[in-house]
C-alpha cells in the first residue's frame, strides 16, 4: 500500500505547494514552508493500484521558531 499526500495553501487545492508518495503512514517534509494556514489531504493506493478518494481537508498553522 501507498500513501499520497498533497500540501496547498488553498483548500481547493488549485496550486499544490508539495506531492509525494509513500509506503509508510507517516509524512515529513524537508521543504520550509512559511507562515501562514496550509491544508493537506492524503489518499491510499492499493497493491492492485486501485485509488482511494481524498481524505477529509485538514487545515495546519504554520508558526514562525
Not at 13 to 31: P, Q
Not at 34 to 52: K, N, P, T, Y
Request: hydrophobic fraction near 35%.
Amino acid at each position: 500500500r501507498q500513501y499520497e499526500i498533497q500540501v496547498s495553501r488553498d483548500p481547493s487545492f488549485r496550486e499544490i505547494l508539495e506531492k509525494y508518495k509513500t509506503d509508510v503512514n507517516h509524512y515529513s517534509s524537508n521543504r520550509s514552508l512559511s507562515e501562514g494556514l496550509i491544508f493537506w489531504r492524503v489518499r491510499a493506493i492499493d497493491g492492485a493500484r486501485i485509488v482511494s478518494r481524498w481524505s477529509a481537508i485538514q487545515p495546519i498553522r504554520m508558526l514562525r521558531r
